[in-house]
C-alpha cells in the first residue's frame, strides 16, 4: 500500500522543477588543470551561502555553480587567490570564508579557546595546591610505631 | 552556595540559547546581512525585459528612493510575494530584476499574476545578482536618492517586513 503510494509521491515532487526551471549554468571543469586544481583549493574555503554547512566546492546548489564559473573566470584572466577572495568577500561579506578572518568581532572565536585552557589550568593548579596544602603531617605516635612494626615482622 | 556556581553557569547557557534563539529572524536562520548595506548600489546597464531593445541602469534612478526587487519565474516565494507590491508600487517605484530566468517565461509569469513594476530587467546569468550579493530569489533592496543601498530583506516581503521596515526608512528617506 505505502509501496504503491511511494513512486506517485515522488513524482510529484519533480512537478514544480519540471515547470519552472532557472537558466543553466555551465559548471563544466576547465581543461586546465592548474585552473582546476587553484579552483579545487580555493573552493573548499569558501561557503556555499545557500548550504551553509557545505563548501562551494561539494554543493550542488545553483548559487554555487554560479560562483565557481566565476571563480574559474577569474582564475583564467590571472586574478590572484587574494584578490578572488575580495572580490567575493565584497559582495557576500566574510561569511562567505569558511575559515573566519582575525579581526576584532572574531577574536573570541580564535583565542577564546585558549584563554579556556589557560583559565582551566589556572583553576587546576590552584585546586591541586590547596588540597596538598590541606594535608597536614601526622606523625605516628610512639605505641603506633610500636604496632606497626608488630605487624610487619609477624 | 554549593549551588551558586552551577546555577550561575545554567543561567549564561540559558542567555546564550536565548540570543541564539532570539537575535535573528527565528524563522529563517539563513538570512545573512549584506556586505554591501549603506554601500553604494553596484552599477548595471541591462535589458528590458518587456522591451529588451531599451535598457535600464541603475543610474538612471539618481535622485529617487525606489526598490529592486530579485525575482524569478522559478522562485516559489516570489509568487508569495508579488500581489503585496502592487501595494506597495504607491508610496516606492518598485523595479524587478529578473534573476536567472527565461525571459519569455519571465513575461508570461507576469502575464499570469500582474506586473507591479515600473519595469524589469533581465539578469540571464545571474552577474548583476552576483553584484548585488543575491544568493536566492526573492531578495529586495531599497536604495536613497544618492544611489546607496539602505536595506536589503531576504526572502519574500511580508506585510510586517514592509510596515516594519520599508515603509518607516522610505519615508525618512524621502524628506532628505
Known amino acids: 500500500m505505502t509501496r504503491s ?9 519533480l512537478l514544480p522543477s519540471m515547470t519552472t526551471a532557472q537558466v543553466p549554468v555551465e559548471d563544466k571543469p576547465s581543461d586546465d588543470p592548474v585552473v582546476e586544481h587553484r579552483l579545487a583549493k580555493l573552493s573548499h574555503e569558501l561557503r556555499c551561502l545557500k548550504c551553509q554547512n557545505q563548501t562551494l566546492a561539494e554543493s550542488p546548489s545553483s548559487i554555487a555553480a554560479d560562483l565557481r564559473r566565476e571563480i574559474r573566470e577569474q582564475i583564467k584572466a590571472g586574478k590572484s ?14 561569511f562567505i570564508l569558511y575559515k573566519p578572518r582575525v579581526t576584532p568581532t572574531t577574536y573570541i572565536l580564535w583565542f577564546g579557546p585558549f584563554l ?32 606497626a612494626e608488630e605487624m610487619l615482622r609477624s | 552556595m554549593r549551588y551558586l556556581i552551577p546555577l550561575g553557569l545554567f543561567i549564561v547557557l540559558v542567555a546564550f540559547l536565548a540570543i541564539g534563539l532570539y537575535s535573528r529572524d527565528p524563522r529563517d536562520p539563513g538570512k545573512l546581512p549584506s556586505a554591501l548595506l549603506n554601500k553604494p548600489a553596484p552599477a548595471f546597464r541591462l535589458p528590458q525585459l518587456k522591451d529588451p ?38 508610496t516606492v517605484p518598485v523595479y524587478g530584476l529578473n534573476y536567472k530566468d527565461r525571459p519569455e517565461d ?13 519595469l524589469s530587467v533581465s539578469d540571464l546569468e545571474g552577474r548583476v545578482g552576483m553584484d548585488y550579493g543575491v544568493y536566492g530569489a526573492p ?30 526608512l522610505i519615508q525618512e528617506l524621502n524628506r532628505q
Open chain 2, 53 to 90: 531593445d531599451k535598457t535600464f541602469s541603475a543610474e538612471d534612478m539618481r535622485g529617487k528612493v525606489w526598490m529592486l526587487n530579485v525575482w524569478a519565474s522559478w522562485c516559489v516565494e516570489c509568487r508569495y510575494e508579488h500581489p503585496g507590491f502592487f501595494e506597495m508600487a504607491k
Open chain 1, 81 to 94: 587567490d587574494k584578490e578572488i577572495t575580495a572580490f567575493l568577500t565584497q559582495r557576500y561579506g566574510d
Open chain 1, 116 to 147: 579556556l585552557l589557560i583559565g582551566g589550568l589556572i583553576v587546576l593548579f590552584r585546586y591541586v595546591k590547596q588540597r596538598r596544602d590541606a594535608i597536614t603531617e601526622q606523625p605516628l605516635t610512639a605505641d603506633e610505631r610500636r604496632r
Open chain 1, 5 to 13: 503510494l511511494l513512486l506517485p509521491l515522488l513524482l510529484l515532487c
Open chain 2, 139 to 168: 531578495e529586495t533592496y531599497l536604495i536613497d536618492k544618492g544611489g546607496t543601498i539602505r536595506h536589503k530583506h531576504v526572502g519574500p516581503v511580508t506585510e510586517e517586513a514592509w510596515t516594519k521596515d520599508f515603509l518607516p
Open chain 2, 106 to 118: 519571465a513575461r508570461s509569469w507576469l502575464g499570469e499574476l500582474g506586473d507591479p513594476y515600473v
